[in-house]
């Protein structure tokens, strides 16, 4: 088969196709693509590196050159569109890590919340997908059951410990620091205390 053919072959359901939202997901769809085409080892530079000039080089090259083209096949237009400038796979691969791959407090919290707000709309597939899509990315982040119970604690307090939440959730997971918040939260409750008290 040509490598067009193959390219062809490689495109997933434009349901799937990235638009950041779904990167964790979409990730594992066309990485085991690439596994399964054999070119894997554009993913990383190190054919680069330790390759010499020759056939085999300018075997990887080209193919590298052609999952950059199956990846950008499986992205929404505007993010396509973004990261069209590259030219090896492992670049491109580098480059989405980067903008999609770190997760704040403030996106677990919406995404727990989003699970629990979610409503029936006659589309169990479309729920079930999406918590899929959830699990796998908090998952993925290695967000343990302490950040997310963190998180939803944070999430659930009443309005008027709003700046502790908003410092609480501002950063990313791992700067979620349970006794800083505590401390913090015990201040603001001591101050509203003493103004409740003063009117």
């Known amino acids: 088969m040509s490598p067009d053919g193959i390219i062809a072959m490689t495109r997933l359901d434009s349901s799937q196709h990235l638009n950041g939202a779904n990167y964790f997901v979409w990730k594992k769809l066309v990485y085991g693509i690439i596994e ?4 894997k080892k554009t993913l990383s530079d190190e054919w680069m ?14 193919n ?11 992205m929404v237009f505007e993010v396509a569109n973004e990261f069209k400038g590259y030219t090896y796979a492992h670049e491109l691969w580098k480059a989405l890590e ?25 589309n169990i597939a479309g ?22 119970v963190n998180i939803l604690f944070l999430a659930n307090l009443p309005r008027e410990f709003g ?16 006794k800083a918040i505590d401390k913090d939260l ?14």
Request: net charge positive.
């Open 64 to 74: 590298s050159r052609r999952a950059v083209r199956m990846l950008l096949s499986n």
């Open 163 to 178: 700046s502790v939440i908003n410092l609480g959730l501002r950063g990313n997971i791992g700067s979620i620091n349970a």
């Open 127 to 148: 729920m079930a997908r999406r918590r899929e899509e959830i699990i796998s990315h908090l998952e993925d982040n290695k967000v343990s059951v302490r950040t997310l």
């Open 98 to 122: 980067n903008e999609f791959a770190v997760v704040s407090a403030m996106d677990v919290k919406n995404m727990v919340m989003e699970l629990t707000t979610m409503n029936y709309n006659g």
């Open 36 to 39: 399964e085409v054999g070119w």
């Open 49 to 62: 590196k330790n390759t010499p000039i020759g056939s085999e080089r300018d075997v990887l090259s080209r």
């Open 186 to 199: 015990v201040n603001v409750e001591s101050w509203t205390f003493l103004y409740d008290l003063q009117r």
